[in-house]
């Protein structure tokens, strides 16, 4: 892995810049966004890696890379779908445009998941 | 889906080579990669807006039994519900590598590697092996814990789903037969007969559910939501107050469609759907939900079953063996339990629900037609 030819020093700016950048991009967002709105989190690896209020999304296609695999993942104004995934299965791939908190698309095997959320959600969960 | 944890050996490659990191985004956190802080700080101040005053719930979600499983706790301080988190999941990973049909050393595998004689299990397995056999014998084999062959066969979820000869169907269906399996529960062992393999694909999900609700309410957790890939299982009511609101999917949409709300206090809702796992061959749907008695995916008229009940581990296994019975007999399978509730979604659109769930469901897309029982 990458990480592994940075020195601690490197990791540890990386980690505060990085921390700071979305921590300050986060304020940002929840300033400007309207409460409720939803909200695209990707998660890679186990860990948020974006935040996107899916209401002031752009058409863009961003690739997010794990240990395991690599995901594209394509944003619309309101929604956000995996568009592309180097898994076996597709299953992340097949489930499509996702927009309503409580929606998901995960690719189990890359280890790479979207999650719409959202605190006015009709509903706290789907059984199915 | 109740079947998550059974056919897919491409998942366990990769989830076991990397062992089971666990998403989290809640305030307090492990150190780790820098995107994992740096995620972590962003979403706690996401959530931080979400929530408000109210009590702060914890988060955190992985992925075990071939599904992504997330976990929500709230009612209790966040140091407390952050080490409840870490009781429950590392519970998870104890129970993956207990009772997976495709982890290689499971009591699952090791007692079908050892068909034919007396295998020493877990108590886990003894546990989920036995109330298996339970419901096995309680629907006359519709649900059946020596699947394994047939599963194994279809291969439906993994990379080498196809459809079988006739001949190899009849050859895995002759295996599977749950009575001339056993456990022996003094002895702490289990027993197949030659040629069977077990697969607890239809139950597991359900008891690592009642596993992560035991445990978060002996750390006094007041209100939790676990969701293992669609199976519900809840402890008190929302942390604002009133029962948890549940979505019922669309058996015909998008992932996230659904039909109608279930309103749900200290109880679990798990669903057995055609859609959940399926392959498409020369314009034939194959799902999942493999019928015992004919060797081939269930077509039994319905598209989904939902049950209500106290334990989850029964709801998940009444819950695939009503589906392989179809309508009528699942009803009155259903009908004839206490505190066990359904609602069954047929291929013409009838949604049939049981007279105890009457109250607590209601049917929000008008392209449904509401049956009550």
């Not at chain 2, 559910?209 to 035991?214: I, K, L, N, V, Y």
């Amino acid at each position: 892995m990458i990480l592994t030819r940075f020195k601690k020093g490197d990791l540890f700016v990386a980690v505060v810049t990085a921390t700071l950048l979305l921590a300050a991009g986060a304020a940002a967002l929840i300033a400007r966004a309207g409460a409720g709105d939803p909200v695209a989190i990707v998660i890679v690896d186990g860990a948020a890696v974006d935040i996107i209020n899916l209401r002031d999304a752009r058409a863009e296609e961003r690739v997010y890379a794990s240990a395991l695999g690599t995901c594209a993942v394509a944003f619309e104004p309101g929604r956000v779908r995996i568009a592309a995934a180097d898994c076996p299965d597709q299953v992340c791939v097949h489930t499509g445009w996702i927009s309503r908190p409580g929606q998901s698309a995960v690719c189990v095997p890359g280890r790479v998941a979207v999650v719409v959320r959202g605190d006015r959600a009709e509903v706290d969960a789907i059984v199915g | 889906m109740p079947e998550g944890a059974a056919p897919d050996g491409i998942r366990r490659r990769h989830l076991s080579r990397a062992g089971f990191a666990e998403l989290t985004w809640n305030a307090a956190t492990r150190p780790g990669l820098f995107s994992r802080v740096a995620g972590t700080a962003a979403l706690a101040a996401v959530l931080a807006l979400f929530m408000g005053c109210a009590p702060k719930p914890v988060s955190r979600a992985g992925f075990f039994f071939g599904t992504v499983i997330e976990v929500t706790v709230s009612g209790s301080g966040s140091a407390a519900g952050e080490a409840a988190l870490d009781a429950v999941f590392s519970r998870f990973e104890e129970l993956e590598q207990r009772l997976s049909a495709t982890v290689a050393g499971s009591d699952v595998d090791r007692l079908g590697d050892g068909a034919g004689e007396a295998v020493a299990v877990s108590d886990d397995a003894l546990r989920v092996l036995s109330r298996a056999y339970y419901f096995a014998e309680l629907t006359g084999g519709a649900f059946d814990p020596t699947i394994g062959p047939l599963v194994a066969l279809w291969g439906i979820g993994s990379d080498g789903a196809r459809v079988p000869s006739d001949e190899e169907i009849t050859a895995a269906r002759a295996l599977v037969d749950y009575r001339r399996a056993s456990v022996d529960e003094a002895a702490g062992t289990a027993t197949l007969s030659a040629g069977q393999r077990a697969d607890l694909g239809g139950i597991a999900k359900g008891y690592a559910a009642d596993e992560a609700g035991r445990i978060l309410n002996e750390a006094g957790i007041g209100h939790a939501l676990v969701n293992l890939g669609g199976n519900i299982l809840t402890l008190g009511g929302r942390p604002e107050g009133g029962p948890w609101r549940i979505g019922l999917q669309d058996p015909f949409g998008e992932r996230g469609d659904y039909i109608g709300v279930l309103e749900i206090t200290d109880g679990t809702a798990v669903t057995s759907g055609a859609y959940e796992r399926y392959f498409e061959k020369d314009g034939v749907r194959y799902h999942h939900l493999l019928d015992p008695s004919t060797g081939y995916p269930a077509r039994s008229g319905l598209v989904s079953v939902t049950i209500v009940a106290p334990s989850s581990t029964d709801a998940d296994a009444l819950s695939t063996a009503a589906f392989i019975l179809g309508p009528e007999e699942g009803i009155a399978l259903v009908e004839s339990l206490a505190q066990t509730g359904a609602i069954f979604v047929t291929e013409d659109r009838r949604v049939i629900v049981t007279v105890n769930l009457a109250e607590s469901f209601k049917l929000t897309d008008d392209t449904y037609t509401l049956q009550k029982r």
